[in-house]
Antibody, heavy 121, light 107 residues
Framework: QVQLQQSGPGLVKPSQTLSLTCAIS??????????WNWIRQSPSRGLEWLGR?????????DYAVSVKSQITINPDTSKNQFSLQLNSVTPEDTAVYYC???????????WGQGTLVTVSS | DIQMTQSPSSLSASVGDRVTFTCRAS??????LNWYQQKPGKAPNLLIY???SLQSGVPSRFSGSGSGTDFTLTISSLQPEDFATYYC?????????FGQGTKLEIK
């Protein structure tokens, strides 16, 4: 059974960096058949896909245009996890952030528990 | 990006009712459409994938249909645990996009 466990702070100051980690159990971040994603949810934007990382003989990452200038998603094979960094945050980045696996049939079949991140001074 | 539009935005129904949710894509996505259920404070949970395939462990009262641009999710006989918000999501192209959700409330 795949489980995704998120960690990271729930409060970030404006202009600073939001950092979250998603630890994977029951699967490998290097799985050639999986894609590892970050998704956020807010009342104003709904469910918004932010980006992903995946391994296909080498590592790839790609990002939503809306956050491309401020986002980095990295795998950590030594800890079997992946991370999200969102730079220069504003109050509009306040949301519940989820990690999710894209595994079976192009679905988000496993999700982390969600982390409410508030951007406020 | 492909836009996903769900209707209605909210729906009131009673236990035992048959309910149908609609999702429309801004362009053809073949059968690359998934449905999720979300309860307050929880992550979305996959119900239906590839438009009509039931995810393992999901009750058979849930069913999906459609292809191209128009899709439906049907619950044949509502149970108390079904009151939640339902989202469609296209997996045809990147970025993956979601509908805005339909909130199912108790009448």
């Amino acid at each position: 059974q795949v489980q995704l466990q998120q960690s990271g702070p729930g409060l970030v100051k404006p202009s600073q960096t939001l950092s979250l980690t998603c630890a994977i159990s029951g699967d490998s971040v290097s799985n050639n058949n999986a894609v590892w994603n970050w998704i956020r949810q807010s009342p104003s934007r709904g469910l918004e896909w932010l980006g992903r990382t995946y391994y296909r003989s080498k590592w790839y990452s790609d990002y939503a245009v809306s956050v491309k200038s401020q986002i980095t998603i990295n795998p950590d094979t030594s800890k079997n996890q992946f991370s999200l960094q969102l730079n220069s945050v504003t109050p509009e980045d306040t949301a519940v952030y989820y990690c999710a696996r894209d595994g079976k049939a192009r679905t988000f079949d496993y999700w982390g528990q969600g982390t409410l991140v508030t951007v406020s001074s | 990006d492909i836009q996903m539009t769900q209707s209605p935005s909210s729906l009131s129904a009673s236990v035992g009712d048959r309910v149908t949710f609609t999702c429309r894509a801004s362009e053809s996505i073949s059968s690359n459409l998934n449905w999720y259920q979300q309860k307050p404070g929880k992550a979305p949970n996959l119900l239906i994938y590839a438009a009509s395939s039931l995810q393992s462990g999901v009750p058979s009262r849930f069913s999906g249909s459609g292809s191209g641009t128009d899709f439906t999710l049907t619950i044949s006989s509502l149970q108390p645990e079904d009151f939640a918000t339902y989202y469609c999501q296209q997996s045809y192209s990147s970025p993956r996009t979601f509908g805005q959700g339909t909130k199912l409330e108790i009448k």
